[in-house]
């Protein structure tokens, strides 16, 4: 009989730490030599719980186990608690194998079939089940207590940290630890709060312009380009100026917990309070669901291009300014509304006949097919040599996967057969195998997920998207010109003999392509609430939680 096996730990750090894997895998190999069973996969996960099924390795056993043509009739487990620790659990899965003809069967609680046989399965479940939850309660009122004592929990600190050894004794015999600034990672993160507070050259930054400017500047998170969600969490964790805690959420559910329950201790801060505090003030003027001033009147502001004008002469942002009691609108250099008329040669421009010329401009010499199409052509020419070198990094590290397959294979081989001996030094090379392929296997779904999608757009689409986009700029009653003209325009810089638009393709090849041949030019695109859910350069972000 062919059958699978099983094997798992609860950490990664006890696959590194022990011989339970090894172990395990010895004694079912002997068990199936001893009983006649042919060996046909092993599934192996160092670090998963089994109280639930988030186990990646778990899923492909049974998938394996439940897809036709079946490749093995059972699957051998050391003991019931490496497949499940939950009663209801593992009633589900056992299920699953008894409808694909197969079974589970531990080598260490062996059941008869009968009633009884299954009465026993139903009580080792339950005790594991019971175990578990008695073990996570001690661990939790364990690690509740070292944090309250100002000891770190985790085995990986926020970005701008970094966890070090006391010298004061923790459980079993390890040494408790405690955060400290990482000098190299700390002022990124004070750029960060710098950029987010009064921005770059004289204009505002918002998360996604932050993470877009960082990786530029090959400024990375541990090697990682930023995200827009990495940056929210960052800028609203108050562990920054001085206030670690813990407990917030369920670990199970993901839940927060209230706020009674929360664990706080003080760390070294990388910012202070007044800077802390007014980034919070600013997330909250430009959040969408905030009740802030500040964001009401940015939401109700008349001005189109509050936000992208930007001074050539000086380098600072234009604004809004008034005159004759609000009789007349124009934009002027910020430069010259705080220090004074002298510092700045740029002319102040009406703000109607600006807002009309820029708009005109905008779909005069850019929005029409025969430009539109030449832009395009660069940019996807662009994106097509991008999908060819994101083809080979996938195709490499594929490549790299399958060679560290081989290689634990070919040791697991060496072991079973006596030609060499699992001693401490040969356990190490297993663990750094292991090690390299679990790095493989997230930087290769990373390069899947951030592969560019191969696109095209069609001459009728180009000249649909062009006629759509024309229409609702040059519509002043659709109240959509400012929106769309944040998607397409990055700046617009204001001379005293010149203006000069700016964009980028990407942008325009995101509203050119969703745009659904046949609508109605009066309906409103799709895209331009999911493209720009705010005004500024950020998506919507999550409520802010403090962490």
């Known amino acids: 009989m062919a059958v699978a096996l099983y094997v798992r730990v609860s950490t990664v750090r006890q696959a590194k730490a022990d011989l339970s894997i090894p172990d395990q895998l010895n004694q079912l190999r002997a068990w199936c030599r001893e009983h006649g069973f042919t060996v046909a996969k092993e599934y192996v996960e160092p670090g998963a ?18 897809r036709k043509p079946f490749a093995f009739e059972a699957i051998i487990v050391h003991s019931r608690s490496r497949f499940f620790r939950d009663m209801y659990g593992t009633l589900h899965y056992e299920r699953m194998l008894r409808q694909a003809g197969a079974e589970l069967i531990s080598i260490t609680q062996p059941t008869t079939d009968d009633e009884n046989g299954q009465l026993l399965k139903n ?77 770059l050259d004289g204009k ?86 905030g009740e802030a001033p500040a964001r009401t009147r940015t939401l109700t502001l008349p001005t189109l291009l509050t936000g992208l004008l ?57 929005l029409t097919p025969e430009r ?9 020419r662009h994106q097509a040599l991008s999908q060819t070198a994101a083809d080979a990094r996938v195709g490499q590290l594929g490549r790299s996967l399958q060679a560290t397959d081989d290689a634990l294979t070919n040791l697991y081989r060496a072991i079973e057969r006596g030609v060499i001996d699992l001693d401490s030094s040969l356990q190490l090379r297993v663990n750094e195998l292991r090690d390299q392929r679990e790095q493989v296997l997230a930087e290769l779904a990373l390069a899947k997920r951030e592969k560019p999608s191969a696109r095209n757009v069609s001459p009728k689409q180009v000249a649909y998207a062009c006629q759509r986009l024309r229409y ?69 972000p999550l409520p802010s939680e403090g962490n």
Not at 49 to 61: E, L, W
Not at 315 to 343: D, E, F, H, Q
Not at 372 to 380: G, P
Request: hydrophobic residues 35%.
């Open 49 to 66: 719980s089994a109280t639930d099924d988030r186990r990646p390795v778990f899923q492909q056993m049974m998938e394996d186990a439940t």
């Open 123 to 199: 009580l080792i479940s339950m005790m594991d089940g019971y175990s578990s939850q008695e073990n996570a309660k001690h661990t939790s009122r364990t690690m509740k207590e070292n944090a309250r004592r100002g000891f770190f929990n985790g085995s990986r600190a926020p970005f701008g940290y970094q966890v070090v050894p006391t010298d004061i004794p923790g459980h079993k015999g390890k040494v408790r630890k405690q955060l400290a600034v990482d000098d190299l990672e700390a002022p990124v993160v004070r750029q960060i709060f710098d950029l987010y507070r009064h921005g």
């Open 204 to 289: 505002p930054m918002g998360m996604k312009a932050i993470a877009t400017h960082l990786n530029a500047a090959g400024t990375l998170m541990r090697g990682r380009p930023w995200r827009i969600q990495k940056l929210h969490d960052l800028l609203g964790d108050p562990t920054y100026r001085g206030e670690y805690r813990y407990n917030m959420r369920d670990s199970r559910t993901g839940l927060l917990r209230p706020e009674s329950e929360w664990i706080r201790y003080a760390v070294e801060s990388i910012v202070d309070a007044e800077t802390f505090e007014a980034v919070r003030r600013i997330r909250e003027g430009r959040d969408p669901n």
């Open 310 to 366: 930007s001074c050539e002469h000086c380098g600072k942002a234009m604004t809004l300014a008034t005159g004759k009691s609000g009789r007349y609108k124009y934009y002027k250099c910020c430069n010259k509304m705080s220090i004074g008329p002298a510092v700045c040669q740029t002319p102040n421009l009406p703000m109607e006949k600006l807002d009309r010329l820029i708009l005109e401009r905008l779909v005069d010499k850019v």
């Open 372 to 380: 539109v199409t030449e832009l395009l052509k660069d940019w996807l």
């Open 472 to 540: 609702l700029l040059l519509d002043p009653g659709r109240g959509y010109g400012k929106q769309l003209l944040s998607l397409l325009v990055t700046e617009i810089r204001v001379g005293t003999t010149s203006i000069q638009m700016s964009g980028e393709t990407a942008a325009l090849n995101e509203a050119v392509s969703k745009m659904k041949m046949g609508t109605s030019l009066e309906k409103v695109p799709s895209f331009i609430s999911d493209w720009r859910a705010r005004d500024d350069s950020n998506v919507r």
